[in-house]
């Protein structure tokens, strides 16, 4: 009995994992005032690249590509730019094993400053205009650490 419960909460669970990647991005097209967390599902990239978990790649990936796709931002950018922190930064960060929380929100704000840059420098070399700098992407950033400080 106990063990289909649980599959039950498994199937559950992987559906609102689902449905949450496949459906939160085109909210924050509608309502801007909802948190992209861009550093949280890059986070999850870079730990699924860590710990050789397929799942965490798959999901991470389809969440940022459908991110992208929906809020019309450059394809494919907010992987290069966790690959590039996850080959550069991420190596000088494990000497943070001991301190889970420290690395969680170091990475996540280094990452979303990767990507900031990478998205003007996209903007700058082919002379258009993304993402506007306000505070709602300050408030996005917030909520990012909050959320992996939970996950």
Known sequence: MEKTAKVEYKALFLM????FILFYPMLISIYVFLPLFIGAASYLLVEGLEKQKPRFIFF???YLVNLEVNLSLSLFLT???SFIFYITVYPYLRHFRR???C?????VVILDLFYLGA???????FQTQSIVLDVILLYSLV????VVVLL
């Open 16 to 19: 609102l994992v689902v449905f």
């Open 60 to 62: 991470a990936a389809v």
């Open 79 to 81: 992987i290069i730019s």
């Open 99 to 101: 301190c889970n929380f």
């Open 103 to 107: 690395k969680a929100i170091i990475s």
């Open 119 to 125: 998205l003007f420098a996209f903007d700058f070399v």
């Open 143 to 146: 909520v990012d650490m909050l």
